[in-house]
């Protein structure tokens, strides 16, 4: 029995840790209240083989086209032919997908060539499986550490020797021989996400700074359809797969001479002919029109989003809805093998913290609450292990690239002093670092921009760090990781997936290869 240290209480973090409490003494450390995870806002549902209709070469096959030639194939294939196991465990663990004449309802999504996406509650998934995972690990979970910030990841002899914490009494070392981050991702890197507010990559952060390798980190997912009010509220995709769509001021449908696929294309490419029918329109959001599919239905299928519309005063059965491309989803992140192994010895990542390469450029719809359960079950089963990193996407000897960055954490005249070239700088303001990364590091980025915005980063440091907040924390991560997306997005010279450059909008299939981004 070792000791195991779980971050994060989102499905890859819940599941990890009840699966791990089976045979380890495992603390689970998490930001908020275990509830509050980005998993806990999932509407549209998880995707998996469920039906004899369905099979999973083809789900294979819809993952890595949607992924932009990108994709890891062996972990593509491990996701697909395991999902349907890990849909048990959610059922035996207590979570009640919707079902109709006794078989799993299932939903479609963009660029999936089956309806293969379960859902619960209509549209209220994410919160069901939360709701069942959290009642879980309260009852299995003998050590639960709410309102706990990562601060790091601490390391002996170049293996994982615990984390560092900070708490309202104060920063403190908890020991473990072995740690699984599922912190999340980071789309709080953005002025509009679709994303609750403690996704922060606090995870990516500690473990970059660990000298842990991050990959593919420029690849951002923004979802086409949030609702064009403060806040971004996600309008699944569902509602698309049931077949409302997508029409300019003028009552245009304009996806249809865009893509076969029309308004379920991959979501990169209905997110930026979003953006570009927003820019000939002077900025006003585009319309989605559910009207034909009838108040009974919209109100029994997505229950909660009719009443996030009805909220804001908007009647969706009755009249088409305001929508705009919000940030959601980080492909990037800490570089981990098909067992959630990275590059530290005993320190695993699952989840959207991680990098399995499962998404490619691209994440097909609903596959990542697949892709937490399923790896965070895989790095279970090797705790305690021999250390030997298996199949992985983001190999050293294969990238790309490798970029070195240098974390401006420090204030800059304690970097002045210590001999650093380093201008006067100021705190970094959130606000202005989410609009300069939505304005110049979003949906469409150029090499221009990308290095202005390299250069305002550079002028920006964190808070001194003896006095830090959970906020002041925050905010140097998000400055750390907005630095590493800006520095891979300008050395990508193409255009592919969730990472589109007006100065090179062709895919060049010489540069399929990732990314990685370590420290300096
Ligand atoms: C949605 O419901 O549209 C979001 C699902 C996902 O991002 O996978």
Redesign the pocket.
Known sequence: MSKVIVVGSGIAGLVAAVEAAKKHEVTLITKDVLAESNTHY????IAAVVSSEDSVAEHVTDTLFAGADFCFRPAVEVLCAEGPARITDLVNFGVNFDRQNGNFALGL?AAHSHPRILHAGGDTTGADISNALVRAARSQLKTIFEHTFLIGISTSAGKVAGVEILTVDGRKLVEADQVILASGGAGQLYRHTTNPAVTTGDGVAAAFRAGALLADVEFYQF?PTALAVPGSY?I???VRGEGAILVNQDGERFMKAIHPLAELAPRDVVARSIQTQMMAQGGQPVLLDATALGEKFLEERFPSITAATRKYGLNWAKQPIPVTPAA??WMGGVATDIWGRTNIEGLYAVGEVACTGVHGAN?L?????LESVVFAHRAVATLDEKWEIAASHANLENALQQIEIVENLAPKRDRQAAGEATTAGQVVDRVELQTLMWDNVGLARTGNQLSATQKALADWHGAEESGRLFTDWEDANLLLLAGAVTSAALAREESRGGHFRLDYPQTRPELAKSIIVRKA
């Open positions: 999932a509407q549209g549902g999504e979802h996600l699944s995709e569902a959601h989803y994440r719809a609903s596959n990542s609450l």
